[in-house]
């Protein structure tokens, strides 16, 4: 993994949704609407955040959300052009931000050429070997999907003609100034797949970050199998929230002991929130405990991600319907400027957490050890070159927590006693805390 990645806080945008632009377009269209642009403007706002990396959801020519997408090589019109993607690296590269692409090579839209020729052509296409086809007697064949969508179509992905174009797409835009590809719906995909092409990307790119989106599976053997640099660390997403809303910290314990054993082979992209979510805000039960999910993923090992909007306590709510993305992929406002009043606690409180982890960045690959637990009730140590000690009550009534070998708090509630810390420290109802 390339030494840059241990400094790496991304915060995470999914631009169509972000630009406003329609849920719907045409993607050979010769009708350019340069919105990428608009992202541009939030770029000090995220500097200001403390991230250093900007991921990007799909932006490739597609019909709908861009994960149907049409063409890995073209800008979504909707979105704009090469020039606008060159700017915005541009104007993210001047302000020390890598950029982190989403790579959709798992399914392509039916729109994409190869399956195009299939549908036009039938069993002659050169193409059919690209899908997984059963051909009947209707005028087009049956096809694997991506969980059951049509307009998703699955790749062959032990068709050597697909391993050269996911390279050469990986390649491209690389050479066009982008630092790393997500890459999604990994899980679907076998890892000898990867194991075939990254090798060739990483020949012109060596530092280029790689990181699968696993939900479910063995992610320290599909890390090794692949040679992605990392996957994103779904089981400690849902032990933070969940303890929370449960309490019940022996669930976020246990997944912290979990946590260190990946750490044992490779760095996991760790999240709260991202755009296939229900918002944190909206997700927790009791927001008072949204300090204590940040603490968690600022002090752990890993690659933290913000979603854009989490970090003014955005709320939304996923749907299992068409369109039920929607409320947690809105469109947001020309510039910072436009943001309501509310959330700037929420931002500032980012700022403070996310500064603590870039003044350590040390904590990439610290592990935990647990120095006091209850259901309501966590102290652990984070540790590596360094040790922090993160706090937590979950009760209604005040806490002391025993905290050995700190004697500074690093953040927290304003109403954390630290007269003496050989005796613990005290926390206050629903209180948290950070400590050196």
């Given at each position: 993994m390339a030494q840059w990645t241990r400094h790496a806080v991304w915060?995470?945008?999914?631009?169509?949704?972000?630009?406003?632009?329609?849920?719907?377009?045409?993607?050979?269209?010769?009708?350019?609407?340069?919105?990428?642009?608009?992202?541009?403007?939030?770029?000090d706002y995220a500097v200001e955040l403390g991230a250093s990396g900007l991921a990007l959801g799909p932006v490739f020519a597609s019909h709908t959300h861009g994960y149907d997408t049409v063409d890995h090589f073209r800008i979504d019109p909707r979105l704009g052009d090469d020039d606008d993607f060159d700017a915005l690296v541009d104007a993210a590269r001047r302000r020390g931000l890598r950029v982190l692409l989403d790579g959709v090579f798992n399914h392509v839209g039916r729109g994409f050429p190869a399956f195009a020729e299939v549908l036009a052509k039938g069993r002659a296409a050169s193409t059919a070997s690209w899908f997984h086809l059963s051909w009947g007697d209707g005028p087009e064949p049956d096809y694997a999907t991506f969980e059951g969508h049509r307009g998703l179509v699955a790749l062959n992905h032990d068709e050597p003609?697909?391993?050269?174009?996911?390279?050469?797409?990986?390649?491209?835009?690389?050479?066009?100034?982008?630092?790393?590809?997500?890459?999604?719906?990994?899980?679907?995909?076998?890892?000898?797949?990867?194991?075939?092409?990254?090798?060739?990307?990483?020949?012109?790119?060596?530092?280029?970050?790689?990181?699968?989106?696993?939900?479910?599976?063995?992610?320290?053997?599909?890390?090794?199998?692949?040679?992605?640099?990392?996957?994103?660390?779904?089981?400690?997403?849902?032990?933070?929230?969940?303890?929370?809303?449960?309490?019940?910290?022996?669930?976020?314990?246990?997944?912290?002991?979990?946590?260190?054993?990946?750490?044992?082979?490779?760095?996991?992209?760790?999240?709260?929130?991202?755009?296939?979510?229900?918002?944190?805000?909206?997700?927790?039960?009791?927001?008072?405990?949204?300090?204590?999910?940040?603490?968690?993923?600022?002090?752990?090992?890993?690659?933290?991600?913000?979603?854009?909007?989490?970090?003014?306590?955005?709320?939304?709510?996923?749907?299992?319907?068409?369109?039920?993305?929607?409320?947690?992929?809105?469109?947001?406002?020309?510039?910072?400027?436009?943001?309501?009043?509310?959330?700037?606690?929420?931002?500032?409180l980012h700022q403070r957490l996310i500064g603590l982890r870039r003044r350590h960045p040390w904590l990439h690959r610290a592990r935990t050890a647990v120095l006091h637990l209850t259901n309501a009730h966590l102290a652990f140590e984070a540790a590596g070159e360094g040790r922090l000690v993160v706090a937590l009550n979950l009760d209604d009534q005040p806490a002391t927590l025993p905290v050995a070998g700190v004697t500074t708090l690093e953040a927290g509630a304003p109403e954390v006693g630290t007269a003496d810390l050989r005796r613990g420290v005290h926390l206050p109802p629903h209180g948290w805390a950070v400590l050196s």
């Open positions: 915060w995470q945008v999914y631009p169509l949704g972000f630009v406003g632009a329609p849920a719907e377009g045409d993607p050979l269209s010769t009708v350019v609407e340069h919105r990428l642009r608009r992202i541009e403007r939030w770029l003609a697909v391993a050269d174009h996911v390279a050469a797409v990986m390649a491209h835009w690389l050479d066009r100034g982008a630092d790393g590809w997500r890459l999604d719906a990994a899980y679907a995909v076998p890892p000898r797949f990867w194991a075939r092409v990254l090798p060739r990307v990483r020949s012109a790119h060596p530092d280029a970050y790689v990181v699968g989106e696993v939900i479910h599976g063995d992610y320290t053997a599909i890390v090794a199998e692949s040679g992605m640099d990392s996957v994103t660390q779904y089981e400690l997403w849902k032990a933070i929230w969940s303890s929370l809303n449960d309490v019940n910290l022996h669930e976020l314990a246990w997944a912290l002991e979990r946590h260190n054993g990946f750490l044992d082979s490779f760095a996991p992209l760790t999240f709260v929130g991202n755009h296939d979510v229900t918002r944190l805000a909206s997700r927790l039960h009791d927001v008072r405990h949204l300090p204590h999910a940040l603490a968690v993923l600022m002090t752990v090992g890993g690659t933290p991600t913000v979603y854009a909007g989490d970090e003014q306590a955005f709320r939304g709510v996923k749907e299992d319907r068409v369109g039920g993305d929607d409320a947690v992929r809105p469109p947001f406002p020309d510039d910072p400027g436009g943001l309501a009043p509310h959330g700037w606690d929420t931002y500032r």
